[in-house]
């Protein structure tokens, strides 16, 4: 049974077609809008694992009684600590061994997802946690091409990302 009159062409889209041109769409939308600011994503993932891996260190430097120090690059970083031996004074504390905290999955030695990442400390000093929780704030700026993160850490300890 014919639906139009005769002669009359019938134009235009089902509502099927006009379905799928949308899933299309939609889907294009979404992976644009995922590749959009990935650098600094993973930039801002990095900094957040950077936050916890010092706030570990802070810990285990308290309880421990040894300072362990950061050791940043622009491929990653990693922390060390002096190692201790049994009944050994404080004198040959400088010749003992180093632990790299290889075995530590917190504190081992990682590289930066973002890539190379350019590193600004401010101040510019070594940077060591030890038995004190209270210290001076820093700010790390991270940058990655055109990606830039900045951790803080305030004089009580705590830390932040923008």
């Known amino acids: 049974m014919p639906t139009s009159a005769p ?3 019938e134009r235009g889209f089902t ?3 006009v379905l799928v041109v949308l899933v299309i769409v939609g889907i294009a939308a979404c992976m644009v809008s995922l590749s959009v600011g990935r ?5 801002r993932a990095d900094a957040q694992r950077l936050a916890d891996a010092f706030t570990v260190a802070q810990s285990e430097a308290r309880s421990d009684g040894r300072p362990i120090r950061w050791l940043p690059s622009g491929q990653g970083w990693s922390f060390e600590r002096r190692g201790r ?3 050994l004074g404080a004198e040959e504390d400088e010749a003992l061994p180093v632990d790299t905290m290889e075995r530590d999955g917190v504190l081992r030695p990682q590289a930066w997802s ?3 990442v350019d590193l ?16 001076a704030p820093i700010t790390l700026t991270l940058l990655a091409g055109d990606a830039r993160v ?3 850490r305030d004089a009580a300890g ?4 923008r």
């Open 7 to 9: 002669g009359n062409s």
């Open 15 to 17: 509502l099927v077609e």
């Open 39 to 43: 650098g600094e994503n993973r930039l």
């Open 85 to 87: 031996l049994p009944d």
């Open 114 to 116: 973002a890539g190379p």
């Open 120 to 135: 600004r400390l401010d101040p510019d000093r070594p940077l060591v946690f030890n038995t004190e929780w209270v210290a």
């Open 150 to 152: 900045i951790l803080q």
């Open 158 to 161: 705590r830390y932040g990302i």
